[in-house]
C-alpha cells in the first residue's frame, strides 16, 4: 500500500502538560507523537469500526488513545448492531468511519452509534466523515428530486451528533445546510495536496480542471504553487456517471499536466480528460483528487488512460483490488490536529 503522508503538524504545547514521557519522531517531515501517560484518554473516547483502516490506525497512533471497546455485527435481516462497552460517560466520542462498501449502512452505524454514546452520557459526539456521502446531490436538477445532502445533515443532527470532521465537501454550500447545533469542522485539502506537488518539482506544469464547475478549485490550487498555468476541459453529461469531453480551453502543448478534482468515482470524466490532453500535446500526465471512490469499472478506465499516476487522500479506504498507479496521501494529522482544537 503506498501512504505518502507529507505535512508535518504542529501539536498544542498544551497537550505535553504533565506528559515527561512523550517521544517525538520525525519521519518525512511529519510529527508523529506517541504519548505515554497522558490524560486525553480521560477526555476522548475512539469509536472504531469492524475494520480499522490506516486512517484510523494513523489518529489512534497520533492521539496515543485505543480504541474503544466496541461491538459492531449484522442481523440476518440486515440491521445493524453496535455496542459501545467501554465507557463514554462525560467524553468527548468521536466516531470512525464505517468500513462497509454500502454507503447507507456506514450512515446508520453513525446513527446508531451516536445514539448509543449519548444514552451512555458522552458529553459531546463527534463523527468523523472525510467524504461525506450523497455531498453531490446537494441541489435540485430536475423536478422531483431531493435534495439528500440536506437530509443527511438534518438526520446526523437529530441522531445527536454535535459536531462532524469532513474534507472537501463537494459544494461548500453544504455547510450552511447545519443547523448552529451541529458544527461542521472542515478540512481543505487543498493544501496538503500542494505540499505534495511542491515536493514532485514537476517542470513546465498546467493545472487542469476536467469540467467547467471545477475551474475555480483549479486556479486557486495553481497559485497557491506559484501562478502555473490553469486549463480548463468543456464537457457534456449525458446520463448520471456518464460524461463526454468536447473542448479545452488553455494551452498544454508539451506541458507536463495534473488534473485536479474533488471527487473520483467512476473515473470516465478523468479518463476523457486525460485523452483530451493528450490529443492535444500533453507529455507526462498526473491527476490528483481528495476523495477516490473508484466505482464500476474505474480501475479499468484509469489503467488504460494515458496517466502517469493518480493520487488521493485516504479519506476513503483503500480498495484490496487498487493498482500500483492509485497512491494514497496520509489526512491523519490534519483530522487529529482538529481533534486536539476540538478536545485537546
Same mark, same amino acid.
Given at each position: 500500500?503506498?501512504?505518502?503522508?507529507?505535512?508535518?503538524?504542529?501539536?498544542?504545547?498544551? /497537550?505535553?502538560? @504533565?506528559?515527561?514521557?512523550?517521544?517525538?519522531?520525525?519521519?518525512?517531515?511529519?510529527?508523529?507523537?506517541?504519548?505515554?501517560? @497522558?490524560?486525553?484518554?480521560?477526555?476522548?473516547?475512539?469509536?472504531?469500526?469492524?475494520?480499522?483502516?490506516?486512517?484510523?490506525? *494513523?489518529?489512534?497512533?497520533?492521539?496515543?488513545?485505543?480504541?474503544?471497546?466496541?461491538?459492531?455485527?449484522?442481523?440476518?435481516?440486515?440491521?445493524?448492531?453496535? @455496542?459501545?462497552?467501554?465507557? $463514554?460517560?462525560?467524553?468527548?466520542?468521536?466516531?470512525?468511519?464505517?468500513?462497509?462498501?454500502?454507503? =447507507?449502512?456506514?450512515?446508520?452505524?453513525?446513527?446508531?452509534?451516536?445514539?448509543?454514546?449519548?444514552?451512555?452520557?458522552?458529553?459531546?459526539?463527534?463523527?468523523?466523515?472525510?467524504?461525506?456521502?450523497?455531498?453531490?446531490?446537494?441541489k435540485k436538477m430536475e423536478a422531483g428530486e431531493p435534495i439528500a445532502a440536506k437530509l443527511h445533515m438534518d438526520l446526523l443532527e437529530r441522531s445527536g451528533v454535535d459536531e462532524i470532521i469532513t474534507t472537501d465537501l463537494h459544494s461548500p454550500a453544504i455547510e450552511g445546510f447545519?443547523?448552529?447545533?451541529?458544527?461542521?469542522?472542515?478540512?481543505?485539502?487543498?493544501?496538503?495536496?500542494?505540499?505534495?506537488?511542491?515536493?514532485?518539482?514537476?517542470?513546465?506544469?498546467?493545472?487542469?480542471?476536467?469540467?467547467?464547475?471545477?475551474?475555480?478549485?483549479?486556479?486557486?490550487?495553481?497559485?497557491?504553487?506559484? @501562478? $502555473?498555468?490553469?486549463?480548463?476541459?468543456?464537457?457534456?453529461?449525458?446520463?448520471? =456517471?456518464?460524461?463526454?469531453?468536447?473542448?479545452?480551453?488553455?494551452?498544454?502543448?508539451?506541458?507536463?499536466?495534473?488534473?485536479?478534482?474533488?471527487? /473520483?468515482?467512476?473515473?470516465?470524466?478523468?479518463?476523457?480528460?486525460?485523452?483530451?490532453?493528450?490529443? =492535444?500535446?500533453?507529455?507526462?500526465?498526473?491527476?490528483?483528487?481528495?476523495?477516490?471512490?473508484?466505482?464500476?469499472?474505474?480501475?479499468?478506465?484509469?489503467? *488504460?488512460?494515458?496517466?502517469?499516476?493518480?493520487?488521493?487522500? =485516504?479519506?476513503?479506504?483503500?480498495?484490496?483490488?487498487?493498482?500500483?498507479? /492509485?497512491?494514497?496521501?496520509?489526512?491523519?494529522?490534519?483530522?487529529?490536529?482538529?481533534?486536539?482544537?476540538?478536545?485537546?
Amino acid at each position: 500500500m503506498n501512504i505518502a503522508p507529507v505535512r508535518s503538524f504542529n501539536y498544542p504545547k498544551q /497537550i505535553f502538560k @504533565n506528559d515527561t514521557a512523550a517521544t517525538i519522531k520525525r519521519l518525512q517531515n511529519n510529527i508523529y507523537v506517541s504519548f505515554k501517560g @497522558n490524560n486525553l484518554s480521560d477526555k476522548i473516547s475512539l469509536i472504531p469500526s469492524n475494520a480499522p483502516d490506516n486512517l484510523e490506525k *494513523n489518529i489512534e497512533n497520533k492521539l496515543g488513545i485505543n480504541f474503544a471497546d466496541t461491538t459492531t455485527s449484522k442481523f440476518k435481516d440486515g440491521e445493524i448492531y453496535t @455496542n459501545i462497552k467501554d465507557k $463514554v460517560r462525560n467524553k468527548d466520542v468521536y466516531i470512525m468511519p464505517g468500513a462497509s462498501s454500502n454507503v =447507507n449502512d456506514n450512515i446508520m452505524e453513525v446513527f446508531l452509534k451516536t445514539d448509543a454514546a449519548k444514552r451512555a452520557g458522552a458529553k459531546k459526539v463527534v463523527a468523523i466523515m472525510p467524504y461525506f456521502s450523497y455531498s453531490r446531490q446537494e441541489k435540485k436538477m430536475e423536478a422531483g428530486e431531493p435534495i439528500a445532502a440536506k437530509l443527511h445533515m438534518d438526520l446526523l443532527e437529530r441522531s445527536g451528533v454535535d459536531e462532524i470532521i469532513t474534507t472537501d465537501l463537494h459544494s461548500p454550500a453544504i455547510e450552511g445546510f447545519s443547523s448552529n447545533n451541529l458544527i461542521v469542522n472542515h478540512i481543505n485539502a487543498a493544501d496538503i495536496i500542494k505540499d505534495y506537488i511542491k515536493q514532485m518539482e514537476i517542470p513546465d506544469l498546467v493545472i487542469v480542471s476536467p469540467d467547467s464547475g471545477g475551474m475555480k478549485r483549479a486556479d486557486r490550487l495553481a497559485v497557491s504553487l506559484g @501562478n $502555473v498555468g490553469t486549463a480548463g476541459i468543456y464537457k457534456n453529461r449525458t446520463a448520471h =456517471n456518464v460524461a463526454e469531453a468536447k473542448f479545452l480551453a488553455g494551452d498544454v502543448k508539451d506541458k507536463n499536466c495534473i488534473i485536479y478534482d474533488d471527487i /473520483i468515482d467512476t473515473a470516465g470524466t478523468i479518463a476523457a480528460a486525460a485523452n483530451m490532453l493528450k490529443e =492535444n500535446g500533453a507529455k507526462d500526465i498526473y491527476v490528483f483528487a481528495t476523495h477516490g471512490l473508484f466505482n464500476g469499472d474505474a480501475f479499468t478506465k484509469l489503467e *488504460n488512460a494515458p496517466i502517469k499516476e493518480v493520487y488521493v487522500t =485516504n479519506s476513503v479506504r483503500r480498495k484490496s483490488d487498487c493498482p500500483e498507479k /492509485i497512491k494514497q496521501i496520509d489526512i491523519s494529522p490534519e483530522i487529529t490536529g482538529t481533534i486536539l482544537d476540538i478536545s485537546g
